[in-house]
């Protein structure tokens, strides 16, 4: 059973346009999440936690769901360079390894 | 920002032979992991290190992999006799402290086994 599930996409939005992502884990004792970004073969970038009262950073905005399990990301005013792969990443606590979702694909075009 | 460096960026080797990716991580870091990442698959663990040693690692990293960290600086990871099946992205991340949220990853080394 996969624990962190992704729709793949991709999505392919207009310059301007609001995206939303959505994400669901299995493991209810995941106790941290966030969001990554990855460029084509490049390294996975932390863009930002996602706390159970949701955050804001700019355009970007992460919410959490516990009792649904769910992790959704809101990008406003999407911009070309928004264009990569956006990882739904969760802990279980401490030091226990992130576990990675396989990352849904966001094309913006001009 | 600092960088977590590893080298080589590519490594082409034959099935069968002994490879070891290099990791420099982040100077005042105290945990170190190694990820890998299939062509269009998800981000993978391998395994974490604490303190000269493995905290923990997954089914991926069998008796063929082992990680080192001789000197200090450099945290390796070696894969005895390679398979077809072991190329990917390999993906060397560290970490201030087991509290931190930001998991610092190097470029990676793309490893092709031919």
């Known amino acids: 059973r996969k624990e962190v599930e992704q729709d793949p996409g991709p999505f392919n939005v207009p310059e301007g346009a609001t995206v939303a992502f959505n994400c669901t884990y299995s493991?209810?004792?995941?106790?941290?999440f966030f969001w990554y970004r990855q460029d084509c073969r490049k390294e996975p970038k932390l863009l930002m936690s996602?706390?159970?009262s949701g955050n804001e950073d700019g355009r970007f905005t992460a919410q959490l769901n516990r009792a649904s399990q769910y992790i959704s990301l809101l990008i406003r005013d999407s911009k070309l360079s928004d264009s990569a792969t956006y990882l739904c990443?969760?802990?279980?606590?401490?030091?226990?390894?992130?576990?990675f979702g396989k990352g849904t694909r966001l094309s913006v075009i001009a | 920002e600092p960088e977590v460096t590893q080298t080589p960026s590519h490594q082409v080797t034959q099935m069968g032979q002994e490879v070891i990716l290099r990791c420099v991580p982040i100077?005042?870091?105290?945990?170190f992991y190694w990820y890998r990442q299939i062509l269009g698959q998800k981000v993978e663990f391998l395994v974490s290190f604490y303190n000269n040693e493995i905290s923990e690692k997954s089914e991926i990293f069998d008796d063929q992999f082992s990680v080192e960290r001789p000197d200090g600086s450099n945290f390796t990871l070696k894969i005895r006799s390679t398979k077809l099946e072991d190329s990917a992205m390999y993906f060397c991340a560290s970490i201030t402290d087991r509290i931190s949220e930001k998991l610092f990853f190097g470029s990676g080394t793309q490893l092709s086994v031919l």
């Open positions: 493991n209810s004792a995941s106790q941290s």
């Open positions: 996602v706390y159970s």
């Open positions: 990443v969760r802990k279980i606590s401490g030091n226990t390894p992130l576990v």
């Open positions: 100077s005042n870091h105290l945990y």
